[in-house]
Nanobody, 114 residues
Framework: QVQLVESGGGLVQPGGSLRLSCAAS????????MGWYRQSPGKQRELVAT???????DYADSVKGRFTISRDNAKSTVYLQMNSLKPEDTDVYLC????????WGQGTQVTVSS
């Protein structure tokens, strides 16, 4: 079993920044892929950013140039630096990990509003 604990969500004004963190613990089998989805009620879950343990990264077109995903493999932690936030970025952000199975965090709310 793998547990994912997220932190860093909150309320921010348009144009602002937030940094999300997700720490994994438990039985982690390498190599791993970790990343972030986002979802609002009634909407399909959207992949925001993903990062493989060997360095490959990918982003949704809607966040390219604004969001940056990074990992600290020694700490089994993935980060999402979100800059130039827009109201349409408002969502629940869920961390996920692929490591011998698929695991999800509980989600953290990001609200972009003036």
């Amino acid at each position: 079993q793998v547990q994912l604990v997220e932190s860093g969500g909150g309320l921010v004004q348009p144009g602002g920044s937030l940094r999300l963190s997700c720490a994994a613990s438990g039985t982690i089998v390498s190599p791993t892929t970790m990343g972030w989805y986002r979802q609002s009620p009634g909407k399909q879950r959207e992949l925001v950013a993903t990062a493989a343990s060997r360095g490959w990264k990918d982003y949704a077109d809607s966040v390219k140039g604004r969001f940056t995903i990074s990992r600290d493999n020694a700490k089994s932690t993935v980060y999402l630096q979100m800059n130039s936030l827009k109201p349409e970025d408002t969502d629940v952000y869920l961390c996920y990990a692929l490591t011998g199975g698929a695991y999800w965090g509980q989600g953290t709310q990001v609200t972009v509003s003036s």
